[in-house]
């Protein structure tokens, strides 16, 4: 079995990373040369209207996924009830969302925001219509289907988003590229799938399965609303152009952290939750995923902070420097995102949704301390607070990481220092080299070989474990 276990895994790893990364490759590139065409502005009127959107997907999906995917006797009963509840969730949102465009609008006062918010909250919909496919792709750890209808999508709507973008559509070609990304990656996955819904609903399904996932609903409303907390504010007090700057910076530091903690989380969820009652090897695999996550993670984000002013000036142009000195900052805070991510995985996989409510609940009142002083000294001290808000919540996550299986703070601190320290050399080597290179290529060049080099040099001559990790899941596949 734990033969099994281990291909399973090497396999889902591997095609998780290719949806993930040819598909946010091309969307990355896509937003690369769109952003090169449009201005701060537009991202930012569509940043606005970023917070209902989530609020929305996490209503839709409701935990519903996350349960379905646990659950390890779901029925056909299950996933139509699952499907049924999405679809008059998804509408009702939209409807809701229509009706408050025009208050939207007067709050931001951006009259061109109540036509906008009615047009790509059809999204909404887009996303109901496709929970209960992706959560049995999840389950069978099937990522290449995912991978092909995502590409798809990715390519096909980053065309028409360039496209509008080049004839003068402004922020209508970001909606647009979104709408159609969302719309054509779900009719793919009907296309791809087997899965149908059945003429039944069932009740008892439902609170069975609302039981365990309400919980991770609350739980992902209270962390929506607070990430999107920053954006509501920045937009509010000062203008569409500084949150535009804000968007790039936090989508920039967003890349590899969310792309490479989603594959994880995605792998590493359906895995732990079929020995989630053996703790002695959940502990083992748990600490091995933690290990291996930070290895990858912590030097992207460290190297990329280093490198941001070259990296945005080349690839946006001066018009978004500004962008760079906050790219800097926020990646120490986003650089910690994967630790949280599977340390509340393991949460979910022991069943205890209600701990996952609590330290949300716990965790959002500190964040929102913390803004709310950051706040009357600029946008920079804001993106500061992130990173002192990040430690603190780690702290709190490993609390009862440790409760479960023993492994807490102490001890992820110490499989994580190793790791910690070398990134952290690394930004300073990096960032001071640099500081001595003339022309814009040049010195993003240098950062990048200079940081691998390093890195790598160092890692294999003080033998870190992660290394023979990495190389053990080459090998196997």
């Known amino acids: 079995m734990e033969s099994s276990l281990k291909h399973k895994t090497v396999k889902g790893v591997i095609w998780s990373s290719i949806e993930r990364f040819s598909v946010q490759g091309i969307q990355f590139l896509v937003m690369i040369i769109m952003a090169r065409l449009l201005t701060p502005k537009d991202y930012g009127l569509v940043g606005m209207l970023l917070i209902f959107i989530s609020i929305a997907q996490s209503l839709i999906d409701s935990g519903f996924s996350q349960a379905l995917i646990r659950k390890q006797d779901r029925t056909e009963t299950d996933n139509s009830t699952v499907f049924y509840f999405n679809i008059i969730v998804g509408f009702l949102l939209y409807l809701i969302f229509f009706a408050i465009a025009p208050w939207v609008a007067n709050f931001y006062e951006t009259p061109e925001l109540c036509t906008l918010m009615r047009v790509i909250s059809l999204s909404v919909i887009f996303n109901s219509l496709a929970v209960v496919q992706r959560a049995l792709l999840t389950v069978n750890i099937n990522f290449k289907t995912q991978a092909k209808a995502s590409l798809s999508a990715a390519i096909v709507s980053g065309i028409i988003g360039i496209s509008m973008a080049y004839y003068g559509f402004s922020y209508w070609s970001i909606a647009a590229q979104q709408l159609v990304n969302l719309g054509l990656n779900t009719l793919l996955l009907w296309v791809f799938t087997k899965w149908?819904?059945?003429?039944?609903?069932?009740?008892?399904?439902?609170?069975?399965?609302?039981?365990?996932?309400?919980?991770?609903?609350?739980?992902?409303?209270?962390?929506?609303?607070?990430?999107?907390?920053?954006?509501?504010?920045?937009?509010?007090?000062?203008?569409?152009?500084?949150?535009?700057?804000?968007?790039?910076?936090?989508?920039?530091?967003?890349?590899?952290?969310?792309?490479?903690?989603?594959?994880?989380?995605?792998?590493?969820?359906?895995?732990?939750?079929?020995?989630?009652?053996?703790?002695?090897?959940?502990?083992?695999?748990?600490?091995?995923?933690?290990?291996?996550?930070?290895?990858?993670?912590?030097?992207?984000?460290?190297?990329?902070?280093?490198?941001?002013?070259?990296?945005?000036?080349?690839?946006?142009?001066?018009?978004?420097?500004?962008?760079?000195?906050?790219?800097?900052?926020?990646?120490?805070?986003?650089?910690?995102?994967?630790?949280?991510?599977?340390?509340?995985?393991?949460?979910?996989?022991?069943?205890?949704?209600?701990?996952?409510?609590?330290?949300?609940?716990?965790?959002?009142?500190?964040?929102?301390?913390?803004?709310?002083?950051?706040?009357?000294?600029?946008?920079?001290?804001?993106?500061?607070?992130?990173?002192?808000?990040?430690?603190?919540?780690?702290?709190?996550?490993?609390?009862?990481?440790?409760?479960?299986?023993?492994?807490?703070?102490?001890?992820?601190?110490?499989?994580?220092?190793?790791?910690?320290?070398?990134?952290?050399?690394?930004?300073?080597?990096?960032?001071?080299?640099?500081?001595?290179?003339?022309?814009?290529?040049?010195?993003?060049?240098?950062?990048?070989?200079?940081?691998?080099?390093?890195?790598?040099?160092?890692?294999?001559?003080?033998?870190?474990?992660?290394?023979?990790?990495?190389?053990?899941?080459?090998?196997?596949?």
């Open 196 to 477: 149908r819904p059945k003429t039944v609903y069932s009740w008892k399904s439902f609170k069975e399965l609302f039981a365990f996932g309400s919980k991770l609903l609350v739980s992902g409303l209270i962390d929506v609303i607070y990430r999107n907390m920053y954006l509501l504010v920045i937009g509010k007090i000062f203008s569409a152009s500084t949150l535009g700057y804000y968007t790039r910076a936090h989508h920039f530091a967003e890349f590899p952290s969310s792309n490479l903690t989603s594959i994880m989380q995605r792998v590493t969820y359906p895995v732990l939750c079929q020995i989630q009652d053996d703790d002695q090897r959940l502990a083992q695999i748990y600490r091995r995923f933690l290990r291996v996550s930070a290895f990858i993670i912590f030097p992207l984000l460290v190297g990329l902070s280093a490198v941001a002013e070259p990296f945005v000036v080349l690839l946006l142009k001066e018009q978004w420097l500004f962008a760079a000195t906050l790219l800097q900052i926020i990646c120490f805070s986003m650089m910690w995102y994967p630790i949280h991510a599977i340390n509340l995985n393991l949460l979910q996989v022991k069943g205890r949704s209600d701990l996952f409510l609590k330290l949300e609940i716990i965790k959002k009142i500190i964040a929102v301390i913390v803004l709310c002083v950051t706040i009357q000294m600029g946008l920079i001290a804001m993106c500061i607070g992130q990173i002192f808000t990040s430690l603190i919540c780690l702290i709190i996550n490993t609390y009862y990481t440790g409760k479960l299986i023993n492994v807490g703070f102490i001890m992820q601190m110490r499989d994580l220092l190793p790791t910690l320290l070398l990134s952290l050399s690394m930004w300073v080597l990096v960032y001071n080299s640099i500081s001595l290179i003339q022309g814009t290529s040049y010195q993003l060049l240098a950062g990048i070989l200079i940081g691998i080099i390093y890195y790598t040099s160092v890692a294999i001559l003080f033998r870190l474990p992660e290394v023979d990790e990495i190389k053990s899941i080459i090998r196997r596949k």
